[in-house]
């Protein structure tokens, strides 16, 4: 059965530090991978996906992922964070072949101080 | 509106009664997602439909869970007998996609359900 595992529910940096929030995944089918970011009072919002070809996902506000197929991986990394990245994070694996659901893990919450 | 929208944005109820959440998906979007998320955890999935179709009903925890899409537009979840373990955060997504690799899951801000 597929599962995600966010390790760590809160991580603490400060703006400008690298940011890494990890994610471990398991799945019985090649996965398709994603991370949402939810602010306050806001819906989930897709940061990056990771479906085929290059393991290097760019997504928006300068945010990064790498899937390492070895190590059941989806880690996402800033190099610099801002304030305004303070927000709940999830990583997502697709739950079956069929594409009809997505499996999120438990959430981390970034804080950001300056 | 431009996103989707759920209503209503926090419900109350006593447990035992009925409840109707409602979602309206973004325009022209094929598929339509249920998630329940409670709190400290992670969005869990419900259920699923192509237009009208509900393919897949996996997630719904017990038969007091049912959805609609009848037109393949707007949709509703409802939950009978509601019960205090009923008490999350109900989200619903939309896609222009039939399925969930191609492209990203459109959220509503969700119901907030608290079940006394």
């Known amino acids: 059965a597929q599962s995600v595992t966010q390790l760590g529910s809160h991580v603490s940096v400060s703006e400008g530090a690298l940011v890494l929030l990890r994610c471990n995944y398991s799945s019985s089918v090649p996965p398709y991978l994603f991370w949402y970011v939810q602010y306050p009072n806001q819906g989930l919002q897709l940061l990056l996906k990771?479906?085929?070809?290059?393991?290097l996902v760019k997504g928006i506000n300068g945010f990064e992922a790498e899937f390492k197929k070895s190590e059941t991986s989806f880690h996402l990394t800033k190099p610099s964070a801002h304030m305004s990245d303070a927000a709940e994070y999830f990583c997502a694996v697709t739950a079956n072949q069929a594409g009809t659901a997505l499996i999120f893990g438990k959430g981390t919450t970034l804080s950001v101080s300056s | 509106g431009a996103g989707v929208s759920q209503s209503p944005r926090y419900k109350v109820a006593k447990r035992g009664q009925d409840v109707a959440l409602r979602c309206d998906p973004i325009?022209?979007?094929?598929?339509l997602f249920w998630y329940q998320q409670a709190l400290g955890q992670g969005p869990e999935f419900l259920t699923y439909?192509?237009?009208?179709?509900?393919?897949?009903k996996s997630g719904l925890p017990s038969d007091r869970f049912f959805a609609e899409r009848p037109e393949g537009s707007v949709s509703t979840l409802k939950i009978q007998r509601t019960q205090q373990e009923d008490s999350a955060v109900y989200l619903c997504?939309?896609?222009?996609?039939?399925?969930?690799?191609?492209?990203?899951?459109?959220f509503g801000e969700g119901s907030r359900l608290t079940v006394l």
């Open positions: 325009s022209g979007h094929v598929s």
């Open positions: 990771y479906t085929t070809g290059a393991t």
């Open positions: 439909f192509q237009n009208e179709a509900q393919l897949d």
């Open positions: 997504a939309s896609s222009p996609h039939d399925r969930v690799f191609a492209g990203e899951l459109f």
